[in-house]
Every structure is written in structure tokens, then in C-alpha cells.
């Protein structure tokens, strides 16, 4: 058993140091931004896996906490000036209290009620935005979006001009949601979720609350979904309402959660980026000809996915693995057999 | 209009209620349907409410076949798992491709068909009313009330009832499971077909107009309660009522605003909606 850890430790530790040191290679801002954007999703996607991967509760509407997380904060940078730094807490805590208000009545009722609440509350919120050009003192931007007022490079106001700080805080924000997704599966929490998207019933009559577990993952899933919505703020300083908080986002993070591997704690960051990355690939070489073709390719290959691999990459990954661990036997055997078990 | 939210979120309650899958493609089928409709009008000149002949049942064909070579297998791959999410996904993104395919073939323009009904207004008793929004309403009534009686009275509706009161029992019963999914499926598409027609005369289509009416679909098929077939009209009918009536008072965002509000009372009053049985799922 220590073997194989040791050696998935040794590869871990590489691809980390790989990954710090890639601005080095990397130079074109256009590039950078594209890398960033690929981990941002991962990082999205892995948030959206404490509720919809664990507990197996179908959010359709986390644009809505993206979107908590990036107007709260920048509104009250805008007109206070407080520093993203402190107002991504406040942005956090609006976003798990939306959380407890969808979940509290939907939660009581299975899975489709969830999913359906959650895709009208989204719509209502992305129409509220689109026609609220004011409250009071606060601009909130109406339609035609949300600008970030410029400070230039400044720490506090994480704004830099160049690429390489938002790398590394998104890279950080990935190794900090990675850790956590871990330490979230293997709680007691993790557990429960597991217990409960597998069978409420039985969960149920095993004594776990179900209820208020649910209405901690969602919470939990809630404010880091918040912090990327700030971060997105900072990198792109322009908010629109139907790119932060409509159906495009939403389904994204589903999307690149399931194409990984729902439940899994690596398979969204591995789906995130992947998928990212095509489909950032095809709109660069394809994007500017047949209006939709893009888009086109980029569903097809989602449902290609769902069709040939609908437990996701790392189902595949775990089947490449335990196949291997039967040639070894022994540790090697029992090792992936744990990881089948635990994914 | 109401009436066309309750028919399009019919299709989607059948297909929830026997298959236990959220259609997500229910939006993009429907702008699929206005788009054959309309182009079909475009090309023959007959009235839309006569080409429901061709529309619905190449629409129900259309359902048929993306049911057998697309969510069957998803669906087969997944039996041991309790909620279909892949399913569900598999869904969304052939919106993304039928929404997207359109915009390649059709373009991102907006039509209208303008028949010689489409202006006019009838006069009945005191009300003054739309003429294709009125007829839309007949058609949403016949077409409920037929899809209605089918349920009850063929072997057919009484094999889809079965199917979604219990998928097992119902299959030991000597039903044959596949078929009867990929006819739910067929069917919940054709009666988009039917609300294409009714809506072409006075609705713009376009390639993204699926999602206007999508959550509303949803907003009805939870208000009238999941799977439920009386719910799904009665809902319908309500969102419409709300909003025409709210549309006097107040601007278009509010009403829209309104429409949500009440579908957040109702779930925190009767999260179930007002047909729905708590056990059903």
C-alpha cells in the first residue's frame, strides 16, 4: 500500500511544482488568461461536486453564487472601496444564506424538486440583475453590466497588470478547493452524503439528518462557489449579468463536474480543465466562422461523453487502474481497490 | 398563452412522470418545432393549424429516435444508479447542440409567421382578444383534453401510466419497458409540435426562443406538481393568468419577478405543488 502512495505522492508533488513553475514557460498573456480561465473552471467545478457530486443533489442555478460572490464584493468595492480581500467573506455569507433559502423548502422533497427550484430561482435572479440598475447608492450595473473600477496594480485591490498573481491565487484557490473536497469526502459530513444520495430512506433511518446535512454541503458548496465568482470579478473587471449568473455558468460547472466524474474528488478538476480547454480550443480555431458551430461541437462532445462514459474520466481512470492492479496483485490490488471503493 | 405553458410543460410532466427524467431538451425541441413549422408555412402557405398533420408527427418521430439512440443508452448504462443525473445532463447538452445546429441553418433571425389571422381581434361578449393567441387556446384545450382521454382509454396511455407508477411491476406485467419510454418520449415532443403551431402565429421564433419558455415549463410542471397531468394545465393556466393580469399594472420585469415570487410561495407553502404526492419521488 505505501508504494503506490508514496509514488501518486511523488507524481502529485511534481505536477504541483510543474504548475508553479509554468508562467516561466508560458509568456503570452492570451495563454495565461486561457490557463487561468481552465483552472477557475476546475476550481467552479469542484465547488458545484460538494452538492451535486456528493450528495447527489442537482444544483441547475450555481451561477447564482458566482454571481452573489462578484457583485457584493465589487459593489462594495465600488462604492466603499473595501478591498475584494475582505468583501469576498460578505459576498461568501450572501451565498450560503441563498443557499439555506432554496434548500430549506426544496430539501425536504427529492431530487427533481432541487434541480427544478433551482434553475427558476437562477432565472429570476439573472432577470432581477438585468433590470436593476440601482439600489439606493449602490450601482448594480442593469443590463448593461457591472465595471469594476480600475486602482491599478494594487495587492489590495487584486488588481495586477499582469497575468502571473491571478495564476497563482487561482492555482492556490484549486489546491485549497482539492484539499477540501478531500477532507469534506472523508468527514463524517462525506459520509452522510454518500449514505443519503444513495439512499435517503435508509440514511434517514440510520439517524443522519438529512435534511440539515444537505444544507451544509450546499453551504459549504455555496461560499467557495462565491469566492470564484469574486475572482472572476478581478480577472475580467467587467460583470454581465447573463455570463455570471445565467444558464451558461450553471451548466458548466455541471457539466465539466460530470464529464470528470461526479463525487470524485479529482474528477471535476481533471473534467474542468480538460473540457475547458477544448472548448476554448475549437471557439479559437472555429468561433469566428459559422455562428453556432463552436458551441455545436462543444455539445457534442458532452453527450458523447454521457453516452460512452457517463460515470466520467475517472471512472475510466479507475478501471485503467484496477485492470493494472490485478497484473500487480497484492498492494497494488488493494490499494485501487480502495480507490474504486472510496470514488 | 397560459394554455401553451400548460401544453408545453405537459410534454415535460409526461416525460418526468413515466421516465423519471427532467427533459432539459424540452426547450430546444420546441424552437425546433416553431422553426419546422415556420419554414414549412414559409414553403406550402397553408395555415399553420392545418400543417400540425406533418409537424406532429415528424416531431414525435424526432422524440422517438433521440429516445432510443441517445437516452436509452445512458439510461441502460446507468440502471443501478438511483437518479439519472447523466441522463439529465445528456439532456442539456442536445439543447446545446439542437439550439446551436439551428442557429447554423436557420440563422440568429427573428420570424414571424404572419397569417391573415395573426393582427385580427375577436370580439366575445365584452372582451376583446387576439385571434391566433384565442385559437392558440382551443388548440391547447382540444389537444390537452385528447391527450387526456388517450391516457385513460387506449392500451397504450394505460401501458404509459404503468410505466410510471412502478417501471418493474409494470414490466412483469408483460409491458415492453424500451417501447413504452421511447412512445413518452415521442409523445411529450408531438404536443411541442402542437404548441408550435399555436404559437407561430403571433410568438417570434428564433434559435434561442426555447429557453423563454423552458422555465416557465418548469415553473408550471412544480406549480401543478410533478408527473401530474391536470397539474401541468392548471399551472400553466395560472402563470398565464399572473402575468396578463400583472402586465396592466406593472413593467415587464416586475411581472416577470411576480411569476417567480409565486412559484417560491408555493414551495414553501406546498412544496409538492397543488396535484403532486409528496412520495412520488
Not at chain 1, 203 to 213: K, S
Request: proline residues 3%; positive net charge; glycine residues 10%.
Amino acid at each position: 500500500m505505501t508504494g503506490l502512495i508514496n509514488k501518486n505522492r511523488i507524481i502529485i508533488a511534481g505536477l504541483v511544482i510543474l504548475m508553479c513553475l509554468l508562467p516561466m514557460v508560458v509568456t503570452k498573456p492570451y495563454y495565461m488568461h486561457v490557463i487561468i480561465m481552465c483552472i477557475l473552471w476546475a476550481y467552479l467545478a469542484s465547488c458545484w461536486n460538494i452538492i451535486g457530486g456528493y450528495a447527489g443533489q442537482l444544483s441547475l442555478g450555481h451561477g447564482i453564487y458566482t454571481a452573489a460572490g462578484a457583485y457584493i464584493t465589487m459593489i462594495l468595492f465600488n462604492t466603499y472601496g473595501l478591498s475584494p480581500w475582505l468583501g469576498m467573506f460578505i459576498g461568501g455569507g450572501v451565498a450560503v444564506l441563498m443557499s439555506f433559502i432554496i434548500g430549506f423548502p426544496t430539501f425536504k422533497l427529492r431530487g427533481a424538486y432541487y434541480a427544478l427550484a433551482t434553475v427558476a430561482i437562477a432565472e429570476a435572479i439573472v432577470v432581477l440583475i438585468n433590470n436593476t440598475g440601482h439600489v439606493g447608492q449602490y450601482v448594480v450595473g442593469g443590463a448593461e453590466g457591472l465595471i469594476v473600477k480600475m486602482v491599478g496594480n494594487s495587492p489590495a485591490a487584486i488588481q495586477f497588470n499582469s497575468k502571473i498573481p491571478y495564476y497563482y491565487i487561482v492555482l492556490f484557490m484549486l489546491f485549497m478547493i482539492i484539499f477540501i473536497s478531500k477532507w469534506v469526502k472523508e468527514s463524517k459530513l462525506g459520509y452522510y452524503l454518500v449514505a443519503l444520495r444513495e439512499d435517503e430512506d435508509a440514511a434517514a433511518a440510520m439517524g443522519i439528518n438529512v435534511r440539515r446535512n444537505k444544507l451544509i454541503a450546499a453551504a459549504i458548496s455555496a461560499f467557495f462557489t462565491a469566492l470564484g465568482g469574486v475572482f472572476y470579478a478581478v480577472l475580467i473587471r467587467y460583470l454581465e449579468p447573463n455570463a455570471i449568473a445565467g444558464a451558461t455558468m450553471s451548466n458548466q460547472m455541471v457539466f465539466l463536474t460530470i464529464v470528470g466524474g461526479a463525487g470524485t474528488v479529482l474528477g471535476p478538476v481533471i473534467g474542468g480543465i480538460l473540457l475547458s480547454l477544448v472548448s476554448e480550443v475549437i471557439r479559437f480555431y472555429l468561433g469566428g466562422q459559422l455562428m453556432g458551430l463552436h458551441l455545436f461541437i462543444y455539445g457534442l462532445i458532452v453527450m458523447l461523453m454521457i453516452i460512452f462514459q457517463p460515470k466520467g474520466i475517472m471512472d475510466l481512470v479507475d478501471r485503467i487502474k484496477r485492470k493494472r492492479g490485478k497484473q500487480d496483485q497484492g498492494e497494488g490490488g488493494a490499494s485501487s481497490a480502495r480507490d474504486a471503493s472510496g470514488a | 398563452m397560459g394554455c401553451i405553458y400548460g401544453l408545453i410543460a405537459l410534454g415535460l410532466t409526461l416525460i418526468f412522470g413515466i421516465m423519471k427524467i427532467i427533459n432539459f431538451a424540452q426547450g430546444a425541441l420546441l424552437m425546433l418545432s416553431m422553426m419546422v413549422s415556420y419554414w414549412l408555412w414559409a414553403a406550402t402557405g397553408l395555415s399553420p393549424y392545418i400543417l400540425v398533420i406533418i409537424v406532429a408527427p415528424v416531431m414525435f418521430l424526432i422524440g422517438y429516435v433521440s429516445e432510443r439512440f441517445l437516452i436509452k443508452p445512458v439510461l441502460d448504462a446507468q440502471k443501478d444508479v438511483r437518479e439519472p443525473v447523466s441522463v439529465l445532463l445528456l439532456t442539456a447538452a442536445f439543447a446545446i447542440v439542437l439550439e446551436n445546429l439551428c442557429l447554423m441553418v436557420f440563422g440568429a433571425d427573428y420570424v414571424m409567421a404572419k397569417t391573415s389571422f395573426s393582427t385580427q381581434t375577436l370580439a366575445l361578449g365584452s372582451v376583446t382578444v387576439s385571434a391566433a393567441r384565442f385559437y392558440g387556446l382551443l388548440i391547447a384545450l382540444v389537444v390537452a383534453a385528447i391527450f387526456y382521454m388517450f391516457l385513460k382509454y387506449t392500451q397504450t396511455g394505460r401501458n404509459l401510466r404503468a410505466t410510471g407508477q412502478d417501471r418493474n411491476a409494470a414490466s412483469l406485467m408483460g409491458i415492453d419497458i424500451t417501447k413504452t419510454y421511447a412512445i413518452a418520449f415521442g409523445i411529450g415532443t408531438a404536443l411541442l409540435a402542437v404548441a408550435a403551431v399555436a404559437l407561430i402565429p403571433f410568438y417570434y421564433v428564433h434559435p434561442s426562443v426555447g429557453s423563454v419558455f423552458m422555465t416557465k415549463a418548469f415553473i408550471v410542471v412544480v406549480l401543478g406538481g410533478l408527473g401530474s397531468v391536470p397539474g401541468a394545465i392548471l399551472g400553466g393556466v395560472i402563470i398565464g393568468l399572473i402575468e396578463s393580469i400583472a402586465a396592466q399594472y406593472m413593467t415587464a420585469t416586475l411581472t416577470a419577478m411576480l411569476v417567480y415570487a409565486v412559484f417560491l410561495l408555493v414551495l414553501f407553502i406546498k412544496p409538492t405543488g397543488i396535484f403532486g404526492s409528496p412520495y412520488e419521488w
